[in-house]
């Protein structure tokens, strides 16, 4: 492997690697990297789903038990707190835990958890069944926190040169995890009532445990010397972090508003509302793997992607309601058009994040190995958690006070912050490497001087 301070880590193989190692082409995947891409493909269909079926119909079911909109943001909310908390804790002592059994064991809890979540319906409303759904989401997000950061870190040892295009590969089970499991969840819920959505799913996700038990292979490491503090405190790695807050805060802004402002605006039934997030689900899979690829072929395009990203994504929540002063008549296709854009321009933003930060890591001397591959995922689980936090917090309360178009106006100026920070310091960056290129070529007569042999 090359040195830490190589700014694109390690590079393709010279065919000297024996077969299947995990320097490999990914044209020829051996069966181990196999086996790690079905079990990261199984967490991330199964926790999408499993994350995003609330969407369609649990905020008019909490309303129903005396939920106020603010106190259901917060339900959405503190399950990203948690993750946030878990995934700092995980990503730490990934290494002593072990991967593996972190991914399974998180599987396994998230699977049991899901089903509980289906019986919350039998319990007494008010003061009581609020307290039980933070519960159950905080148990829900310690486990996924678990298992999502074992997975990132799995996949990169497994996959070393191709960061970007497996992450992006493996964000079409992720999409469509977004893309079933609203739709689903409507349907399972006007078909059969609050329950059966929650054991259907918490049942597919138990279900793969076992499988991943056997094909998941183990990765020993060693600790490493290096922290969180110090990962974070690198000025590229916190902006990225803005970045990655940012988006997340837009995806979880969405959760408690989104359907709300559908079934005002439009009167669609339940099993409908959820087709309106398929926009957004599943152009976002389609677009990560592509963005994926070409991160990872021409390295310098992940800045563009990180900066205009954000900016597009900026626009589209300036038109979703869209914000009273455009005068623009909020109409169901044009919400649609808007959510399959925003879609695209998060696989945009998202899928550089990680190899742009192994990268700024490599260069100040983190060591190569499963313990920064841990601190990296960690960290990205836990600012993606920040976000998640606060978008469905805030987006909740300003709903309730400014309506949807006004909130998901403000929620757009967050990532238009993050988009134009991130644009200036790539170009601080590149004007500060240039000026070193400068200062490092020497004069005329200073060449002339090194090219003349000792003896004229």
């Known amino acids: 492997m090359d040195a830490p301070g190589d700014p694109e880590g390690p590079r393709l193989p010279r065919g000297d690697d024996p077969p299947g190692s995990a320097r490999e082409t990914p044209r020829q995947l051996s069966r181990e990297q196999l086996f790690v891409l079905i079990s990261a493909a199984s967490i991330n269909l199964g926790s999408m789903m499993c994350y995003s079926i609330l969407g369609p119909f649990f905020p008019k079911e909490a309303e129903k038990k005396g939920v106020s909109n603010t106190v259901t943001g917060m339900i959405f909310g503190c399950y990203a707190l948690f ?28 699977g049991g958890v899901t089903i509980l979540f289906g019986v919350l319906d039998q319990v007494p409303e008010g003061p009581i069944f609020i307290a039980m759904c933070f519960l159950v989401r905080v148990a829900d997000a310690v486990s996924f926190a678990a298992a999502i950061t074992a997975s990132f870190s799995i996949l990169v040892k497994a996959f070393p040169n191709n960061v970007a295009t497996v992450l992006g590969s493996l964000e079409i089970f992720s999409g469509l995890g977004l893309v079933l499991g609203p739709p689903l969840g409507g349907f399972l819920y006007q078909s059969f ?30 600790p490493g010397e290096h922290s969180f503090w110090k990962l974070i405190t690198l000025p590229k790695v916190a902006l990225i972090a803005f970045v990655i807050n940012s988006l997340s805060a837009c995806f979880g802004f969405l959760d408690p508003t989104l359907s709300l402002f559908v079934l005002e605006k439009f009167n669609l039934p ?43 994504t900026a626009g589209c929540y300036m ?12 109409q169901l296709w044009l919400l649609v058009l808007i959510l399959v854009l925003n ?31 841990g601190l990296v995922s960690g960290l990205f689980s836990a600012t993606w958690s920040v976000g998640a936090f606060i978008g469905p917090t805030l987006g909740g309360f300003l709903y309730e006070k400014i309506g949807f178009e006004w909130a998901a106006a403000v929620q757009g100026l967050w990532s238009l912050t993050s988009g134009l920070t991130m644009g200036l310091f790539y170009l601080w960056e590149h004007s500060r490497r240039r000026r070193s290129k400068l200062q490092n070529i020497p004069s005329t007569e200073e060449e002339r001087t090194a090219l003349l042999p000792d003896d004229i």
């Not at 339940?270 to 899979?285: E, P």
């Not at 550089?352 to 260069?363: F, G, M, R």
Request: charged content about 10%; glycine content about 10%; hydrophobic content about 50%.
């Open 193 to 222: 009532g609050y329950e059966v959505p929650f054991i259907f799913l918490g049942c597919i996700v138990l279900l793969m445990v076992p499988l991943n038990m056997y094909i998941l292979p183990n990765y020993d490491s060693d």
């Open 343 to 373: 879609g695209i321009s998060a696989g945009m933003s998202i899928i550089p994040t990680i190899p742009e930060i192994l990268s700024c890591a490599y260069e100040n001397g983190f060591e190569e190995g499963l313990s920064t591959l």
């Open 319 to 330: 038109l979703l309601g869209p914000i009273p002063i455009l005068h623009i008549k909020s």
């Open 83 to 110: 993750d946030l908390l878990a995934s700092l804790v995980f990503g730490k002592y990934l290494v002593q835990i072990g991967a593996k059994f972190m991914f399974v064991a998180g599987m396994f809890v998230s």
């Open 270 to 312: 339940a099993g409908y509302v959820g087709l309106v997030f398929l926009g957004l689900a599943l152009s976002y899979a389609i677009s990560s793997p592509l963005f994926g690829l070409l991160s990872d072929k021409i390295p310098h395009l992940r800045k563009w992607f990180l900066v205009w990203g954000n900016i597009i």
